[in-house]
């Protein structure tokens, strides 16, 4: 069984932060790197938030491009990647739009999680044992056809994946601004990565995104 190539995207402030500490929302990108995202979701199988993301910023995640929507229903494929999230309780409001917008929904969570979850018909919930278990979340999206998974976050579901070593690509676009902070969410949450920082990780490239610099990184390479 193949696994689906794990591509993290993310957004960060110069300072390292993806949010300010009151969670107001405010946009991170500019309207070009918003399109380059939505590029990037119309060329993935599927999309990964975590719950937590779910519950704080109520998102659609949809490719918005209606040109993109029709070439992947010319393609054959859906007109958007398949929704997941991941969560351990179970807690999931099911009046969020996540839930009625777009087409299939996937949901990740644990043997508790997956009593406590109220979601009836709005998803599929799969539960990964007495814990979370991300590599066996890939091995069930593999057995789903799930070819390529693009991750847009939050912080413990980014370290989640890079600290089991299963990221393929980073997608880390640059703001050109500082949040600064003390209690707002990070990029990564203190872990245990592989190699710890003895390991540098392959930089692929850098592109300018009028003011955000996105840098490509491929962490096993």
């Not at 659609?60 to 993109?68: D, F, G, H, I, T």
């Not at 707002?184 to 872990?191: E, Q």
């Amino acid at each position: 069984m193949t696994r689906p190539y794990v591509l993290l995207s993310v957004a960060v402030s110069v300072d390292g932060y993806i949010d300010d500490r009151d969670g107001q929302g405010f946009p991170l990108s500019n309207e070009l790197d918003f399109d380059r995202v939505d590029q990037v979701r119309a060329e993935s199988d599927a999309i990964l938030i975590g719950a937590e993301t779910v519950r704080r910023d109520n998102p659609r995640l949809l490719v918005n491009s209606a040109e993109r929507r029709a070439a992947r229903v010319a393609d054959g494929l859906p007109e958007h990647p398949l929704k997941i999230t991941v969560t351990g309780s179970g807690d999931l409001d099911p009046d969020l739009r996540f839930w009625h917008c777009g087409g299939r929904k996937l949901v990740y969570t644990t043997d508790s999680g997956a009593t406590s979850a109220n979601l009836g018909e709005l998803a599929e919930v799969v539960s990964l044992g007495a814990e979370l278990d991300f590599a066996r979340l890939l091995d069930d999206l593999g057995g789903r056809g799930v070819g390529r998974l693009m991750v847009e976050g939050g912080g413990r579901i980014h370290t989640a994946f890079l600290s089991a070593g299963l990221a393929d690509e980073i997608q880390l676009a640059v703001a050109p601004l500082l949040i600064g902070h003390a209690g707002a969410p990070r990029f990564l949450n203190p872990a245990e990565y592989p190699g710890g920082p003895a390991r540098r990780m392959h930089l692929e490239d850098v592109s300018r995104v009028g003011d955000v610099a996105v840098l490509r990184y491929f962490p096993k390479a």
